[in-house]
């Protein structure tokens, strides 16, 4: 083609030809815009980055055919940097500046790779279109780093984002697949599916995001594979009908959640949590997952369900050292737990709310619970089976006028109760075993009611069996045990067929012709200090409220606020 003074009149000589032709830019600077038509190659002969077209405003190169790229700087501002209007483009180790505007626009049908390249501060858009992104960083992009809209598919492989001031990929009506890469410093969510898009996200890392690390909302699907999130708002955050499968990631050092799950679905398998600021699985709203294998380590409370309409299911939960709840089932919340290993938590099981509100636990170990191990209160129901409390203050309580059911069910090493029943509540057990309490083996009180059908209590420090006030009930075919100093004291209104025990049994003296008592409050829990006769219990009444983050907007917050009862 010969030598040419500037890149527009080789381009104009190449499309005169009308056949393929590669133009060899020499190293400088050119301040002319690019409009490249045909099967063109534009190669600086330089290092990458020795030829610059820097433009003060305006598109800098407009590409319809099949043009590849290589080697340059394109710079402008307030505009589409590069364009490709119809056909393929593809741009190789080239950088693309654009500041207030756009880097890349592939436009409806046309399809753009990107290799080996860097983009500042403009994003990437592709609407309706194809692309192919590897090997690529995305610095300071005003906005959205990488935008795919409008039913386009998009591919992003070992790629790095850095400092976006909103998301580095948002996908609204879209396809986008992202395996490899590294997100940091988003303004809102790293990665955002919206809008019946499909986000597949794999073996990628995620840092200090301002908001969630995933999100999805509006009915988006996807998949999320082996990701670590670390400082985000919240780890992953599914809404408003959404519904994605996540496999084997770690959340961690998330401010707010690890797992929001705010009236949508889910299926989350083989997830850690650590250090949740909040709260590490928060379902609300009608939120609906379905959780496998979830391990939470540290933070504050554990599993949340809560909200009229919300339910969850957990199947092999390990959580550990928490200084609050580690599974709670609030206000109309639902929540279903099958083989279950708690430890070091002050409560491992709790739930508050109206009727509606349950909790099913089956096959479950509970162990050093500075409080209760499980702890019923308002109108709400917890069924246990084959449940374990070990080592802690009281093994299962219920109050208020909350329901507590128990089957093949046992308490060791407590130091108030086994098991409590005080205001309103109903306790049912079945086949309950009771061993090594240093207080009581089973406690009711107040206006309580329970029934107990073939248990055990062995090794009570003070009574097997405690029932005062106007509590009443059945304790049938129930065995007591031990060396304590009595078996059953009663008051009279809790019939008791087939009690088998060697200790005392004795009718209860009203505290009115006792001692002044020892009256201990106990904000949220049940406990029991001092000795059995001298003793009151009032269980506290809590308020708690969440907050969570769907694309930067506010949700309610977790704070405690307690004022006993």
Same mark, same amino acid.
């Given at each position: ?80 940097? %590069? ?18 505007? %756009? ?146 990631? =770690? ?21 850690? %949590? ?8 928060? =379902? ?11 391990? =939470? ?269």
């Amino acid at each position: 083609m010969g030598v040419h003074r500037d890149i527009a009149s080789a381009l104009a000589a190449a499309a005169r030809r009308n056949r393929p032709a590669r133009i060899e830019i020499a190293p400088g600077h050119y301040a002319e815009p690019l409009i490249v038509r045909g099967e063109v190659e534009l190669v600086a002969t330089g290092e990458p980055g020795s030829v610059s077209v820097v433009l003060p405003g305006g598109t800098a190169l407009e590409t319809a055919g099949t043009v590849l790229v290589r080697g340059l700087v394109l710079a402008s501002r307030d505009a589409d940097v %590069v364009r490709c209007a119809a056909g393929t483009l593809t741009l190789e180790h080239t950088e693309v500046r654009g500041p207030g505007g %756009v880097c890349v626009h592939a436009t409806p049908g046309s399809a753009v790779t990107l290799r080996d390249s860097a983009f500042r501060q403009g994003r990437v858009l592709f609407a309706g279109a194809g692309g192919h992104v590897e090997r690529c960083a995305f610095t300071d992009a005003a906005d959205n780093a990488l935008a795919a809209i409008d039913g386009a598919r998009v591919v992003v492989r070992d790629s790095r984002f850095a400092g976006p001031r909103l998301h580095a990929v948002r996908v609204i009506g879209a396809h986008a697949e992202i395996t490899g890469c590294e997100v940091t410093g988003t303004g809102l969510a790293a990665l955002f599916a919206d809008t019946q898009a499909w986000l597949a996200v794999a073996d990628c890392t995620i840092t200090d995001a301002g908001g969630e690390g995933i999100g999805f909302l509006r009915h988006a699907r996807g998949t999320v594979d082996r990701v670590r999130v670390t400082g985000a708002e919240s780890g992953i955050a599914v809404a408003e009908g959404s519904d994605p499968v996540v496999r084997g990631c =770690v959340l961690a050092d998330c401010r707010d959640t690890g797992i929001a799950v705010r009236a949508g679905r889910g299926r989350f398998e083989e997830c850690e %949590v650590t250090e949740a600021g909040n709260v590490a699985v928060f =379902v609300s709203e009608r939120g609906a997952p379905e959780v496998r294998g979830l391990r =939470v380590t540290g933070g504050n409370v554990g599993v949340v369900v809560t909200g009229t309409g919300s339910r969850g299911t957990f199947h092999g939960v390990r959580v550990a050292d928490l200084p609050s709840v580690a599974l709670r089932a609030y206000e109309g919340g639902k929540a279903v737990f099958r083989d279950v290993r708690v430890e070091r938590c002050a409560t491992h099981l709790e739930t508050r709310g109206d009727a509606g509100t349950t909790a099913e636990v089956e096959g479950a170990v509970f162990t050093d619970f500075s409080m209760s191990a499980v702890e019923a209160i308002g109108t709400s129901r917890v069924t246990l089976r084959q449940v374990t409390a070990e080592r802690g203050t009281v093994g299962f309580a219920v109050a208020e006028d909350a329901q507590l059911l128990l089957t093949d069910c046992a308490a060791r090493t407590v130091t108030s109760a086994g098991a409590a029943a005080l205001g309103k509540g109903r306790l049912v057990a079945r086949r309950l075993r009771v061993e090594g309490s240093e207080s009581i083996g089973i406690l009711a009180q107040d206006q309580s009611k329970l029934e107990v059908h073939d248990s055990e209590f062995v090794d009570c420090g003070s009574v097997g069996a405690f029932f005062r006030d106007e509590a009443g009930g059945l304790f049938v075919g129930c065995a007591v045990s031990g060396t304590g100093p009595a078996g059953v004291r009663h008051n009279g209104r809790v019939v008791m067929p087939s009690l088998r025990t060697s200790l005392s049994v004795a009718e209860w003296e009203d505290e009115a012709n006792q001692a002044s008592p020892t009256h201990v409050t106990y904000h949220n829990h049940v406990t029991i200090h001092g000795g059995v006769t001298d003793s009151q219990l009032a269980v506290g009444n809590a308020r708690v409220d969440m907050n969570q983050r769907v694309d930067g907007r506010p949700r309610p917050r977790a704070d405690e606020e307690g004022t006993p009862a």
